[in-house]
């Protein structure tokens, strides 16, 4: 049986029915005209017993005054917005190839695997997205999984790795490079950055420094031409956000050689921040790393939990066919998530979940997720650079995200 759709308007309310038999099974959804509704499935002992509860149930609303309508869908836009993220998810996957080919880069069995995660990514979003029961309004209103599943094809980021080599001698560092470490620029304009620990004065750890244009290259996200540093202090034990780094962006125009300051100063190393090789254990015996260039990780994802918050499998709110495709998607996302210094991929906040900072309209510009480079509180703990873009101005911030 084709489905059937029906409609009752009246002073009173604007409201809608549908049915729909496939085999034994009888699939309903009702709700608001212009709403996307609730529905749920009935399961008969037979084909036949189908039929006539579905020829019952139309009796039923016809006699109070339900007339058959030509059903359109009121979740054709969340559908559509599903293909556009499907198709904007395929663009990078294709930048990804593109890159490798125009290397002459050989696609190892770990490049392959991402690739074809990827691809059945989008296939699988693709057939949920015909899934009628998927544009349902379900008991947690905040949980829409159109919403949920846009968000996790468009959380989908080709991520950088940092090629790096170890600075041996300061003296002859070009100080405006990226670097980790090491000995950025600083000027009579923008000294080293110092912060108070009680009534000392003291010098803040040299962290992360990007030269901004490079970024656009990687992205082809604009984030300016500056030079971008972040500076650790000692008391990254602090609530407080601002005590822990100091951001601050350096305007191309400052840059002058006549202006620069060449004077290497000693920092506190911070029990919660460590600049160290494997950092806990051995100082590191050179000052840090140059970064000479940059190569694809791969594509990241967020984390695969797709059902957190919405979906209880034992209330039969979706089809088995549905949950299926969502664990399925879920499966990929948990495999494609990974936790490592890369920029432009996925970060791995720990307290804060990131589609929160998403949101919000943040976007990751570097996740420091491994000990290469700094250990972060316990050395279990994350680290993210965050970009954020209005309109004309783009602002930056460091989020630490604790362990437990």
Same mark, same amino acid.
């Given at each position: 049986m084709t489905k059937q759709y029906y409609e009752l308007t009246d002073d009173k309310s604007a409201k809608f029915w549908e049915?729909?038999?496939?085999?034994?099974?009888?699939?309903?959804?009702?709700?608001?005209?212009?709403?996307?509704?609730?529905?749920?499935?009935?399961?008969?002992?037979?084909?036949?017993?189908?039929?006539?509860?579905?020829?019952?149930?139309?009796?039923q609303k016809t006699n109070k005054g339900y007339v058959e309508a030509d059903a359109i869908p009121a979740y054709k836009e969340d559908k559509d917005n599903?293909?556009?993220?499907?198709?904007?998810?395929?663009?990078?996957?294709?930048? =990804? %190839?593109?890159?490798? @080919?125009?290397?002459?880069?050989?696609?190892?069995?770990? /490049?392959?695997?991402?690739?074809?995660?990827?691809?059945?990514?989008?296939?699988l979003a693709d057939k949920l997205s015909n899934c009628s029961d998927l544009y349902q309004e379900t008991k947690h209103k905040d949980y829409y999984l159109p919403n949920i599943i846009i968000y996790a094809l468009d959380s989908a980021e080709i991520a950088w790795n940092p090629v790096t080599k170890q600075c041996k001698?300061?003296?002859?560092?070009?100080?405006?490079?990226?670097?980790?470490?090491?000995?950025?620029?600083?000027?009579?304009?923008?000294?080293?950055?110092? =912060? %108070?620990?009680?009534? @000392?004065?003291?010098?803040?750890?040299?962290?992360?420094? /990007?030269?901004?244009?490079?970024?656009?290259?990687?992205?082809?996200?604009d984030l300016g031409d500056g030079l971008l540093q972040v500076w650790f202090t000692e008391d990254f034990s602090s609530k407080a956000k601002d005590t822990t780094s100091i951001v601050r962006v350096i305007p191309r125009n400052m840059l002058k050689d006549k202006d620069l300051d060449d004077i290497f100063h000693d920092f506190e190393v911070s029990d919660y921040v460590n600049v160290s090789a494997d950092c806990w254990d051995d100082e590191m015996d050179f000052p840090g790393w140059i970064v000479s260039d940059y190569k694809i990780d791969g594509i990241q994802t967020d984390d695969g939990n797709l059902f957190e918050g919405g979906v209880d499998e034992s209330e039969n709110e979706f089809s088995d066919s549905t949950l299926d495709l969502i664990s399925r998607m879920s499966e990929l996302m948990d495999e494609m998530h990974c936790s490592s210094t890369s920029f432009f991929g996925v970060p791995d906040p720990l307290q804060q979940p990131w589609d929160m900072f998403y949101r919000e309209g943040y976007r990751n510009l570097l996740s420091l997720g491994s000990e290469k480079y700094f250990c972060i509180g316990t050395g279990e703990d994350t680290g993210q650079l965050m970009y954020k873009k209005d309109k004309n101005k783009v602002d930056f911030s460091f989020d630490w995200a604790p362990y437990g």
């Open positions: 049915v729909e038999q496939k085999d034994s099974t009888v699939h309903l959804r009702w709700g608001k005209i212009d709403t996307n509704g609730q529905s749920k499935t009935k399961e008969l002992d037979s084909q036949e017993d189908a039929t006539k509860e579905v020829e019952k149930l139309i009796k599903i293909k556009v993220s499907i198709s904007n998810l395929k663009k990078k996957l294709s930048k =990804y %190839k593109s890159y490798y @080919k125009s290397n002459n880069t050989k696609i190892t069995k770990k /490049i392959k695997k991402n690739i074809d995660s990827v691809d059945k990514l989008c296939k001698d300061i003296k002859n560092i070009k100080r405006d490079s990226d670097m980790f470490g090491c000995f950025p620029w600083t000027s009579k304009s923008y000294p080293w950055p110092t =912060y %108070k620990n009680g009534r @000392k004065e003291l010098y803040a750890a040299p962290g992360i420094q /990007i030269d901004l244009r490079g970024m656009k290259k990687l992205d082809g996200a």
